[in-house]
């Protein structure tokens, strides 16, 4: 089992973060952030780098484009036991990522605004959070994502158990989630605009 070293949190909804990051940084774990979760974490008195410095690359485009970088899903994307993944990841000096924690701002909240137009919810549209969170799930093997708050303690509890740890059933389980959380707002955004106008060219 992979032992996790480095994590990116990334959570519209900060119940537990901190706690979490916390349990995390005393297994020595490289934290890495999106901006509004790392205030939080900061804030707190946890050590965090924020997703820019690790990329190497500001957040751009009114923070559209943030953890959309090869540093952060090739990261998450290798196959650890592929010579030539690996070969890659030392060529172009990247790095593992074996934790996301992400979870998105729910499509109502969006759409419930009053007065919001079809173009300012596509402009909350979550992008960069919904592919890190894809990109874990499919390599479960190796990468484990925790889409719901609720499961922070079943990550502390294996983490305290596997020394550093987290079981293959448990990743499995977490991918499965991860999925139907992606799978939900894709729909959430579809059924949104089925039942609204086409914007203005």
């Known amino acids: 089992m992979p032992r996790i070293q480095r994590a990116i949190l990334s959570c519209f909804d900060k119940t537990g973060i901190v706690e979490l990051a916390q349990t995390l940084r005393e297994y020595g774990v490289e934290l890495v952030s999106t901006s509004g979760t790392l205030d939080v974490l900061r804030q707190a008195g946890v050590e965090a780098l924020s997703i820019s410095d690790f990329t190497g690359v500001a957040e751009m485009m009114d923070g559209r484009v943030k953890s959309l970088h090869p540093k952060v ?60 969170i894809r990109s874990a799930a499919k390599n479960f093997s190796y990468v484990s994502v925790v889409v719901n708050p609720k ?51």
């Open 73 to 132: 899903h090739a990261g998450l994307l290798g196959d650890r036991d592929n010579k030539l993944h690996v070969e890659q990841m030392q060529a172009y000096e990247l790095q593992w990522v074996d934790l996301v924690v992400a979870n998105l701002q729910p499509v109502e909240d969006l759409i419930s605004r009053q007065g919001v137009t079809v173009r300012e919810v596509l402009d909350q549209t979550d992008i960069g959070g919904c592919a890190m």
């Open 151 to 201: 499961r922070y303690p079943t990550i502390v509890h294996e983490m305290r158990a596997l020394e550093g740890e987290v079981s293959f059933a448990t990743r499995y389980r977490l991918a499965q989630e991860a999925f139907y959380c992606t799978a939900e707002y894709d729909r959430a955004m579809a059924d949104y605009l089925r039942r609204h106008e086409p914007p203005a060219e």
